[in-house]
């Protein structure tokens, strides 16, 4: 269960760096703002807990990235951190990093940092980078969702971002975890998103169950021109029993033309290193 309580946070407090004493909350709907390329929350000795939407900054042609620590306690996410490129007008917007740092970590809401759809010759928006580190304890990936894909395009497809998992003790992690390309589709030459490198550490036991998508975009070219995007590289290093149960999606993308006399590649596929050191 959730804490009870904590010092509310609001839009307005987002206005600049945070820093204090105490569990720190995030509900309702809040959105980060400034300038600033990277917006921190920081509690100095308590929890924080995000169980509303955080969104952040739009900065134009990019979402301003977030770091959320409490170095002395637990994030936990049972809402929504959002960090994607989405604003709306598909103009292939990337997506903002996401950093969070704490003795614990528990994840059981959304986590989306995917680069935005590209339209009108606009390329997809790449995937911002995502990195989870749980410094004196353990990383639990619930029911959540983290997503660091490209976008997709009517071009080129994005890159996906990368996600890094890190933990001094277990990690138990269900859910979803995408770090896909973006797909393009219907032009004269099509290139399809490269797949994101997925990191998962332990420093005891690893359970994974989730399902982990790491392929790259497809491309559907209207000429006879096309390319698969990469597939990314999944690395586990875990120090104790590593359990693998869930879906591992390593594909490269599929590529097709739409007329004969051209080149058409798919994309390489993905490997999986188990007990690389990292």
């Known amino acids: 269960a959730l804490p009870a309580g904590g010092t509310p946070l609001t839009s307005a407090d987002l206005g600049a760096d945070v820093t204090r004493a105490g569990t720190l909350r995030v509900g309702g709907e809040i959105t980060s703002g400034g300038l600033d390329p990277v917006r921190t929350i920081t509690s100095t000795d308590g929890d924080l807990i995000v169980d509303g939407t955080l969104r952040s900054a739009d900065l134009g042609a990019a979402r301003q990235a977030l770091v959320l620590r409490a170095p002395g306690g637990t994030v936990f996410i049972t809402g929504t951190v959002d960090t994607s490129g989405e604003d709306g007008l598909h103009d292939g917007n990337a997506g903002g990093g996401l950093v969070i740092e704490a003795a614990r970590v528990v994840i059981g809401g959304q986590l989306p940092a995917a680069g935005e759809q590209g339209v009108l010759g606009a390329a997809g928006g790449t995937g911002g980078d995502l990195r989870v580190v749980a410094s004196a304890g ?10 660091t894909a490209g976008g997709s395009s009517m071009s080129r497809g994005g890159d996906a971002g990368g996600i890094e998992l890190r933990a001094t003790g277990p ?5 979803i ?10 032009v004269a030459t099509a290139e399809g998103g490269r797949g994101g490198p997925i990191t998962i550490v332990g420093g005891s036991t690893l359970d994974l169950t989730s399902t982990v998508r ?8 209207a000429d006879a021109t096309a390319t698969g995007g990469a597939a990314g590289i999944l690395t586990i290093d875990a120090v104790g029993l590593t359990r693998i149960g869930g879906v591992v999606d390593g594909r490269g993308g599929i590529a097709s033309g739409g007329v004969t006399g051209g080149t058409v590649n798919a994309g390489a596929a993905g490997s999986v290193r188990i007990g690389d050191q990292t």
């Open 138 to 147: 353990s990383i639990w990936l619930g029911h959540g969702t983290l997503v």
């Open 171 to 175: 990690l138990w992690l269900a859910g």
């Open 177 to 186: 975890i995408d770090s896909f390309g973006g797909d393009a589709r219907n």
């Open 214 to 221: 790491l392929r790259g975009g497809a491309a559907t070219g």
